[in-house]
């Protein structure tokens, strides 16, 4: 069965500051697919990034940046110079390629996530 | 209306109403999901709907009712409900059902049963 853990439950830091979101995941298939996403206060679960588990290529998009680690089966989630409305919680989420058509119920699964709080 | 509605956005029921949550998304999907998320724990994948046809039903207990009458709109039919099901209710589309698929969320519907 597939897991994901995010370790840190909180986090704060000071606007302007670099933050690091964990991610850690378990799957026993060889083709999967990395998730991030933020909820704002408002609800809305907001798509942030997917990764396949052929690309460990880092990737990077203004302020955020993520590090693929097979070796370590982690995904990570890097916020640069931070901002307060980057205040949100932020989820890792898993999905195996074969999850769906095997019939189980292992679909997306998502980690605990972290509620990041960034002060001005 | 652009991506994924959900209305309403608060509900508060008895455990003796009968109420629906409503989900319309405004992509061109063919798969929509519900989800739960309670206080403290991981987002729980409810019922998965591809083309209109149910294909996921994670164990949710017979009080929580699904519908789909077409691609664009899905319904979660709450009856005899428990203080434990208050939580916010997410409703998902992706354009298949497929792991690949990103899945967009709309804004959930934080229910209350009192």
């Known amino acids: 069965a597939q897991k994901v853990t995010q370790a840190q439950t909180e986090i704060s830091v000071v606007e302007k500051e670099d933050v690091t979101l964990d991610c850690v995941y378990e799957?026993?298939?060889?083709?999967?697919?990395l998730f991030w996403y933020k909820q704002p206060p408002s609800g809305e679960l907001v798509f942030l990034i997917r990764r396949n588990s052929f690309d460990e290529q880092n990737e990077i998009s203004g302020r955020y940046s993520w590090n693929f680690q097979k070796s370590t089966s982690s995904f990570n989630f890097t916020i640069t110079a931070s901002q307060v409305v980057d205040s949100a919680v932020y989820f890792c989420?898993?999905?195996?390629?074969?999850?769906?058509?095997?019939?189980?119920?292992?679909?997306?699964?998502f980690g605990k996530g972290t509620h990041l709080i960034i002060q001005p | 209306e652009t991506g994924v509605t959900q209305t309403p956005r608060h509900l508060v029921m008895g455990m003796t109403n009968k109420k629906s949550l409503k989900c319309e998304q405004h992509?061109?999907?063919?798969?929509m999901y519900w989800y739960k998320q309670s206080a403290k724990k991981p987002l729980e994948l409810m019922f998965v709907y591809s083309l209109e046809e149910r294909v996921e039903n994670n164990s949710v207990p017979s009080r929580f009712s699904p519908e789909c009458p077409n691609s664009s709109h899905l319904f979660l039919h709450l009856h005899t409900l428990q203080p434990e099901d208050s939580a916010l209710y997410l409703c998902?589309?992706?354009?298949?059902?497929?792991?690949?698929?990103?899945?967009?969320f709309g804004p959930g519907t934080r229910l209350t049963v009192l």
């Open positions: 998902a589309s992706s354009q298949v059902k497929l792991a690949t698929d990103t899945q967009y």
């Open positions: 989420a898993l999905s195996e390629a074969y999850g769906y058509s095997g019939g189980g119920a292992d679909g997306l699964t």
């Open positions: 992509l061109g999907h063919n798969a």
């Open positions: 799957t026993r298939d060889t083709t999967y697919y």
